[in-house]
T-cell receptor, first 115, second 114 residues
Framework: GAGVSQSPSNKVTEKGKDVELRCDPI?????LYWYRQSLGQGLEFLIY????????KSGLPSDRFSAERTGGSVSTLTIQRTQQEDSAVYLC?????????????FGPGTRLTVL | DAKTTQPNSMESNEEEPVHLPCNHS???????IHWYRQLPSQGPEYVIH???SNVNNRMASLAIAEDRKSSTLILHRATLRDAAVYYC???????????????FGQGTILTVHP
């Protein structure tokens, strides 16, 4: 079956522009997570969705970052007025909830480069 | 979140067993021990997880110390495809709004030599 998909795979933008990153989770996975991985850094949690609501936004680094999820499926991470320090790989993961088996399935990521 | 400590890097030869250690001395009774790995230019992938007992699956084995303050991921026969960063993560099983969130450390870079 299809895994988690993300688009675009690569995005190059100029400083100050807005970008939207998309995540298509595995069908039926109610939990969705965004992480980012900066060069030489570990993975950093950004936001968690349960259905369409986001009970944990604690990892969003500034108010330039926002995310939404619609229909309990697709999620979009939006970065406004991008800065060079936003350059990173943005990873999405999804997970079934309501069971004791809690494996997260990660997508391939979107590599964002801010010039 | 309770913290884990892993060696920065390890090396192995192909077809030999690999033992990747992880220390988690502040683990709580409801914390699950998860291992993920990240191959070059890919997102992380789940390897194995456990709570108290040793666990085996098709990818690896997880040996958990009796006091749960440490664990070891065992790859029985390393292949070149096993070269990756291996992350040992404690995930709370206590529920709450962040249930399932993973906190990644720096992990162990595993190099496998032909």
């Amino acid at each position: 079956g299809a895994g988690v998909s993300q688009s675009p795979s690569n995005k190059v933008t100029e400083k100050g522009k807005d970008v939207e990153l998309r995540c298509d989770p595995i069908s039926g996975h109610t939990a969705l997570y965004w992480y980012r991985q900066s060069l030489g850094q570990g993975l950093e949690f950004l936001i968690y969705f349960q259905g369409n609501s986001a009970p944990d936004k604690s990892g969003l680094p500034s108010d330039r970052f926002s995310a939404e999820r619609t229909g309990g499926s697709v999620s979009t991470l939006t970065i406004q007025r991008t800065q060079q320090e936003d350059s990173a790989v943005y990873l999405c993961a999804s997970r079934i909830t309501g069971t004791t088996y809690n494996e997260q399935f990660f997508g391939p990521g979107t590599r964002l480069t801010v010039l | 979140d309770a913290k884990t400590t892993q060696p920065n890097s390890m090396e192995s030869n192909e077809e030999e067993p690999v033992h990747l250690p992880c220390n988690h001395s502040t683990i709580s009774g409801t914390d699950y021990i998860h291992w993920y790995r990240q191959l070059p230019s890919q997102g992380p992938e789940y390897v194995i997880h456990g709570l108290t007992s040793n666990v085996n699956n098709r990818m690896a084995s997880l040996a958990i110390a009796e006091d749960r303050k440490s664990s070891t991921l065992i790859l029985h026969r390393a292949t070149l495809r096993d070269a990756a960063v291996y992350y040992c993560i404690l995930r709370s099983g206590a529920g709450g709004t962040s249930y399932g969130k993973l906190t990644f450390g720096q992990g162990t870079i595993l190099t496998v030599h032909p």
